[in-house]
């Protein structure tokens, strides 16, 4: 059941992800942008299955070499994403045409890890796919938040009262 579970968490955050990359939206750096990917962190590393004990070393590097990828990729998908300064002074954000060649990457990489895994005999939990999401998620955001920062530029110091 909690496998089933787990597909669903991951179908939902992809829909949600992948919808709103692709459109233009004001960037909020007061937003606690970790949030998600350390609930999705936590629920993948309660599931003792996250790694298959009878293969454990080997799965042990096939799930840390993913969440290396991962955060390669989350990484390579922060710099696809355009960013901007409104004429209001916001700052804005959107998925480019990158984004969507870095997602079809991602996933190519995904599948080649799976197929991985499938070769050597190693069980891999949906845990496994969760946790890398939440890295990736985390990376992505913190590339992101980190442009946007440079973006809008040194703050003013305010006098302390």
């Known amino acids: 059941m909690a ?8 179908v939902a955050v992809l829909v949600l992800v992948a919808g709103r ?3 233009a939206r004001k960037v909020d750096l007061g937003r606690r942008f970790w ?9 993948a590393l309660r599931d003792p299955k996250v790694i298959d004990h009878a293969h454990e070393g080997t799965a042990i590097a096939l799930l840390a070499g993913s969440v290396v990828l991962v955060l390669v990729m989350g990484v390579v998908w922060g710099w696809t994403v355009r960013i901007w300064r409104a004429a209001d002074g916001s700052v804005w954000a959107k998925g480019t045409a990158a984004t969507i060649a870095a997602w079809s990457g991602l996933i190519a ?5 799976y197929a991985t895994g499938a070769v050597l ?3 891999q939990s949906s845990s496994a796919l969760l946790l890398t999401l939440g890295v990736l998620l985390l990376t992505r955001s913190l590339v992101v938040n980190w442009r946007a920062r440079l973006l809008e530029g040194p703050q003013p110091l305010r006098p302390v009262a």
């Open 3 to 10: 496998a089933l579970v787990n597909v669903i968490i991951i």
């Open 21 to 23: 990359q692709l459109q």
């Open 35 to 43: 949030v998600l990917p350390v609930v999705l962190a936590v629920i």
């Open 109 to 113: 990489v995904r599948v080649g890890l």
């Open 121 to 123: 005999h190693v069980h």
